[in-house]
C-alpha cells in the first residue's frame, strides 16, 4: 500500500471534503442486554470502590458483602434470563460491535463461573475461623496490606480493628474480566479480559493475614509470570493479526481456511506466510496454557496457591480454569479449526505430560494446598483431552467437567480453612493425621471431594471424566483415554492415601483442631458436596444442558 | 523504508526482554524487560498496521499502552511490598515455599 493511502487513514490531507466531518462515523451499537451480567457486575465493582472512599470503616464489611452478592446474582439472573430468551441456542448472536459472542457456551461458562464466585464470596467474608483479635472478628485478608509484616504499622491496624474489605471490589472486577474472556469474540478483547481477571488476582494473592511473607512472595511470582505469558499471549496476537489483517475470529478463521472475499495487496503478502500463523498461534496458546496452568506452562500452580490466602486459593483454583478454558476452547473451534491437524501432536504431547506429571508430582507432596494444585494440574489435563476431542461432544463434555470440577474444587479448599492450629491453617499432612477420629464430619465431607477428585462412580468427578473421555475417544484420541486412565489411577493412590490418614491413623497429642464455622462457609462446603452427589447420582439433566449449550456462534 | 525491518527489530526487542526476564536476578529488572516485551509487541502491531493499511494495529497498541499502565500499577505495589518485608527484591531470595 502506499505512504499516501496508509497516511488517508489518519489524516485529512488530499481527502475531497464535500460531507460534515461527522459523517463518516457511525457510531457503534451496543447490545446492553445482552451485555448485563458482565455490566452489572462491573457496575458494582465501581459501586465497590465507592463504597471504600465514602462509608464509614465499621459499615463496610457488611456494605460489601451485600453488594457483592446482589451483584453475582444479579448478574446470574441476567444470564439465565438471556439463556431462557434463546441467547444460548437459535438467537445466539455477536454483539457489542463482533467484540463479544453471546451463545451457548458463553451463557453456561458464565452461569458457572457467577455461581462458583458467589460460593467462594462466602468464604471470602468468613470470619468466625480466626480468633477474634482485640475483638474484632477478622477474616482471611490482613488488616492492611500495605503494612509491613510484623511492624509497628501492623499492630497498630490490627488494634484498631481494620481489614481489607477491597476483596470484594477485586473479586467482582476479577469475575468481570472472567465472564468476557470465554465469550471474547476478538483477540484484543481476549487480551483486555485477560488482563482484567489476572490483575486483581495477583493482589488478592498478596493479602493474606497468616504468613504474609509467603502470600507476598506468591504474588510476586503469580505476578512476574502472569505478566510474562502474557506478553507471550500480545506478541502471539501481534503476529496473527500481522498474518490476518484482523483481530476478529471470525476474519482470523476466513483466512486460516483461505475463504476470505476480499484480498489487498498487503494480506496477500502475510497470509501466505504461515510462520506468522504457527508462530502466532502457538504463543497465544501458550498464554492460555498457563493461565489453565497445563504442563510445562505450570510452574506457578503450586507455589501461588500454597501462598495465597486459601479462600482466593479456591476461587482461583474454580474460576480462572472455567474461564480460560473457555477461551481456549472459543479459540481452538471458531479461530483455528484450519489449524486442527497442525496443532494435534503439540496438543496431544501437553495433554499427556500434564496428566501425568500433576498425577506424578502430587504423590511427593506433603502441604495439602500443594497437593490440592498438583491435582488441579492434573485435572487441566483430563480437561484438555476432552479439548482435543475437536468434537460437539468435546465442547459439552469440556462444559459438563468444568461446572463439576469447579465447585468440587471451592468446596474441598473451604475445607482446609476449617483445620487450623495456633499458626492459621494446618496445611501440613501430618498434621492431618486422626481428622477423621477428631471430627468426624470435616473428615468426611473431605473425603468426599477427593473421591470426586479421583473419579470414584457415584461422585460428580467420575461422570465429568467419563464424558471427557468418551469425548476423546469418540474424536479419534483413544491414546489421551489410555494415558488419562492410568494417571486418573496414579492420582486416586495420593487421594486415597489423604484419605486413610485421615481415618486410620492415631491422631497426634498436639494435632489441630476444626473451627465451627459460620453459615457462609458451609453454604460453600454444602453446595460442594450436593454438586458431588447430586451431578455423580443423576447426571443426566445437566449432560443435556450441555450439550445444548455446546455450539459456538461465528 | 521497507516496515518488514521493523518486524525484525520487534522480534529482537522481545527477544532481548524474554532472555532478561529469564536471565537477570531482580524483581524490577524482570519487571522491565517484562514492559519491554509489552513494548515489542506494540512495535509488531504499528508495523503491521502500516503494512496492512488499517489500523486495527494501532488501536491495540493504545489499549496495550494502558494494560501496561496498569500492570505497572499493580506490580510496583506488589514488589514493593515484599521489598519492604524482606529488605531485598531478589526473585532468589523468594524462596519460602521451595521443597
Request: glycine share 10%; aromatic share 10%.
Amino acid at each position: 500500500m502506499s505512504a499516501t493511502a496508509v497516511h488517508s487513514l489518519w489524516t485529512r490531507a488530499g481527502e475531497v471534503t464535500t460531507a460534515a466531518p461527522g459523517d463518516k462515523f457511525t457510531a457503534p451499537t451496543i447490545e446492553y442486554a445482552q451485555l448485563a451480567p458482565v455490566l452489572i457486575v462491573v457496575g458494582v465493582a465501581v459501586l465497590g470502590i465507592l463504597v471504600e472512599a465514602f462509608v464509614p470503616r465499621r459499615a463496610r464489611y457488611t456494605t460489601q458483602v451485600f453488594l457483592t452478592v446482589v451483584a453475582l446474582a444479579a448478574a446470574f439472573a441476567a444470564v439465565v434470563g438471556l439463556a431462557a430468551g434463546g441467547y444460548a441456542g437459535e438467537k445466539a448472536q455477536i454483539a457489542a460491535m463482533g467484540a463479544v459472542a453471546v451463545d451457548g457456551p458463553t451463557l453456561f461458562l458464565q452461569g458457572t463461573i457467577l455461581l462458583v464466585s458467589m460460593v467462594s464470596v462466602f468464604t471470602f467474608a468468613e470470619r468466625r475461623l480466626d480468633p477474634a483479635a482485640h475483638g474484632n472478628r477478622v477474616d482471611s485478608f490482613a488488616a492492611q496490606a500495605g503494612a509491613v509484616p510484623g511492624s509497628d504499622s501492623e499492630k497498630a491496624a490490627v488494634k484498631a480493628g481494620f481489614t481489607t474489605t477491597e476483596v470484594f471490589p477485586l473479586v467482582l472486577f476479577s469475575v468481570a474480566g472472567m465472564l468476557v474472556f470465554p465469550a471474547a469474540n476478538d483477540l484484543l478483547t481476549l487480551f483486555i479480559a485477560l488482563e482484567v481477571f489476572s490483575l486483581p488476582l495477583y493482589l488478592l494473592c498478596a493479602v493474606a493475614r497468616r504468613k504474609r511473607l509467603m502470600s507476598q512472595e506468591a504474588a510476586v511470582k503469580y505476578f512476574l509470570l502472569g505478566a510474562f505469558s502474557s506478553a507471550f499471549l500480545l506478541f502471539g496476537i501481534a503476529l496473527l493479526y500481522g498474518y490476518a489483517g484482523t483481530v476478529s475470529y471470525a476474519g482470523i478463521a476466513n483466512v486460516v481456511d483461505g475463504t476470505v472475499q476480499e484480498i489487498d495487496p498487503a494480506l496477500a503478502s502475510t497470509m501466505g506466510n504461515d510462520a506468522l500463523l504457527l508462530i502466532g498461534a502457538a504463543m497465544i496458546l501458550m498464554g492460555l496454557l498457563f493461565k489453565v496452568g497445563a504442563v510445562p506452562f505450570h510452574m506457578w500452580t503450586p507455589d501461588v496457591y500454597q501462598g495465597a490466602p486459601t479462600p482466593v486459593t479456591g476461587f482461583m483454583a474454580a474460576a480462572t480454569k472455567v474461564a480460560a478454558f473457555g477461551a481456549l476452547l472459543r479459540l481452538l473451534y471458531v479461530v483455528l479449526p484450519g489449524l486442527t491437524w497442525d496443532l494435534r501432536p503439540v496438543m496431544w504431547g501437553v495433554a499427556i505430560v500434564t496428566m501425568l506429571g500433576g498425577a506424578i508430582v502430587a504423590i511427593t507432596q506433603t502441604d495439602i494446598k500443594r497437593l490440592l494444585a498438583y491435582s488441579s494440574i492434573a485435572h487441566a489435563g483430563f480437561i484438555l483431552a476432552g479439548v482435543i476431542a475437536a468434537s460437539p461432544e468435546g465442547v459439552s463434555s469440556v462444559l459438563f467437567y468444568l461446572g463439576v470440577y469447579s465447585f468440587v474444587t471451592v468446596g474441598a479448599f473451604a475445607v482446609v480453612t476449617l483445620v487450623r492450629d495456633a499458626g492459621g491453617e494446618a496445611t501440613h499432612l501430618s498434621k492431618w493425621a486422626g481428622l477423621g477420629r477428631r471430627s468426624p464430619l470435616t473428615a468426611a465431607v473431605f473425603a468426599v471431594f477427593l473421591l470426586s477428585f479421583a473419579g470414584i462412580p457415584l461422585t460428580s468427578g467420575f461422570s465429568g471424566k467419563f464424558a471427557v473421555f468418551k469425548a476423546a475417544a469418540d474424536g479419534g484420541a483413544g491414546g489421551l483415554v489410555v494415558v488419562g486412565v492410568i494417571s486418573s489411577a496414579i492420582a486416586a493412590f495420593f487421594y486415597l492415601r489423604v484419605i486413610v490418614l485421615m481415618f486410620f491413623s492415631e491422631p497426634k497429642a498436639d494435632g489441630p483442631t476444626v473451627a465451627v464455622p459460620s453459615p457462609l462457609t458451609m453454604t460453600t462446603i454444602a453446595v460442594g458436596v450436593a454438586v458431588t452427589l447430586v451431578l455423580g447420582l443423576a447426571p443426566q439433566y445437566f449432560l443435556d444442558l450441555a450439550s445444548q449449550a455446546g455450539v459456538f456462534v461465528r | 523504508m521497507n516496515p518488514v525491518n521493523y518486524l525484525y527489530l520487534a522480534a529482537l526487542l522481545f527477544t532481548i526482554g524474554a532472555s532478561g526476564v529469564l536471565i537477570r536476578r531482580n524483581a524490577i529488572v524482570v519487571f522491565m524487560c517484562i514492559e519491554l516485551m509489552l513494548n515489542a509487541c506494540n512495535l509488531t502491531l504499528v508495523a503491521f498496521s502500516r503494512m496492512h493499511g488499517n489500523l486495527d494495529g494501532q488501536i491495540i497498541a493504545f489499549f496495550t499502552m494502558v494494560v501496561a499502565a496498569a500492570e505497572v500499577v499493580v506490580g510496583l505495589a506488589i514488589i514493593v511490598s515484599l521489598f519492604r518485608s524482606r529488605h531485598s527484591a531478589s526473585v532468589d531470595d523468594a524462596s519460602l515455599m521451595k521443597l
